[in-house]
């Protein structure tokens, strides 16, 4: 017999747990005496820049070094932002004024922002129950103005790359994986980010690994990386990098105008530090994952979770409950709170597109640029374009798994969530 259903907090019960779970951010919770260590000893070389100075220690390079290694891609590049990442990638592929990139309806707004920086428009493309994109949306959006697709896992659940990449090949066009929120994820054995033509990576407060800010971009492909190298560094391709990688550029003819998207020594340092931990936080993570959905599938029959085309390769940063309604999803999550248990929806519970500036087309620039660029397709945006993705987010709940989470604090969720599941008849 199960016991007498108790009490939700909401009501005036008691709470599931006494006091709120430790804050998820992976990286950021395990900093400390190692990233300071590394940090400490850039800053005493008084050499925070990594191509010169009385005594730089590499720091970047060993970062990028790691990265190549563990990935394993034979090019990895430190910048200073996902964005930025995103930026350098788009202008990588040669992208801009007059090309139309895919983005999924599910996304930070950075992945269509960094496409407008690239003076490229946004075409937003549907997901599925992964909330990832659905790779049969691919065909109804893809026409000859589209110059590249770019994947997003969101919430360290991998992308079903093998369709996505099937189609991209059938169309000649190149895909960027944007990693930002799920480094450590896999498919199909395989790192998130090597699968595609490039990948790029966030080491922002909010993701699995941080210094604060950063980011990374890898490929595969050795003029990807020169294009790639030299738009981050205001044109240049350092004499380091190029004897680092192999590259001979023709500075007569190869070389063109870039930003500067560095990354600095410090980053790198404390980056560097934070990907020993990355295993450790990886297998925390998804230890706990499965252990929480196992015990909620066992007691909780009808209940259904987010989707993943390969369930293995999910790092098991944020457990996906899918609820019947938008309401329900409110409802959950507000008892939820009661009980000392995070559960939230993601972006205001809407597509990206639906933020107003994008929406509207709105710019910094004038005339709307570069969204007035002459398309033979002119871009439209409709609330109901990606169908799928307006019904799925409001009602997809995502229960951080931090990788602090005790045995104890796993049952108190379980038992959290099982008490307002039974409670307000969602399962
Ligand atoms: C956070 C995020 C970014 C931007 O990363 P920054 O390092 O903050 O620039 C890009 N894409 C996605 C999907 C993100 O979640």
Known sequence: MEKQLEKLALDGGKPARSKPLPPNYPGAVVMGEEEAAYAERVIRAQSPFRFYGANPLGAVDALEERMMQDLGVPYALGVTSCTAALVVALKALGIGYGDKVIVPAVTFLAT?????????????????????????????????????IITVPILGNPCDMDPILAVARKHGIPVIEDVAQSLGTSYRGKPAGTLGELGVYSFQMNKILTAGEGGAVVTRDAKLYERAARYHDQGLVRPQL??????????????????NYRMSEVTGAILVEQWNKLEGLIAAMKSSHRKLKRQLEERLPGIVFRSSPDEDGDIGSNLGLLLPTAEAAGRFMQAMAAENITAHTLYGGRPVYMVPQ??????AEKDSFPF????????????????????????????????LLTDEDLEEVTEGIVKVYRSLRLA
């Open 112 to 148: 269509p922002g960094a496409v407008v920086c690239a003076n490229a428009v946004p075409v937003f493309a549907d997901v599925d129950e992964s909330l990832n994109l659905d790779p049969s949306a691919l065909e109804r959006v893809i026409d000859d103005e589209v110059k590249a």
């Open 372 to 403: 007035n660029a002459p398309f033979k397709n002119p871009i439209r945006y409709t609330e109901d374009m990606c169908p799928r993705a307006v019904d799925l987010i409001p009602r997809m709940v995502f229960v951080p798994i931090s990788p």
């Open 242 to 259: 190029k004897e680092r990688f192999g590259l001979q550029p023709n500075e007569e003819t190869d070389a063109f105008v870039g930003q």
């Open 358 to 363: 994008l929406f509207h087309q709105r710019t």
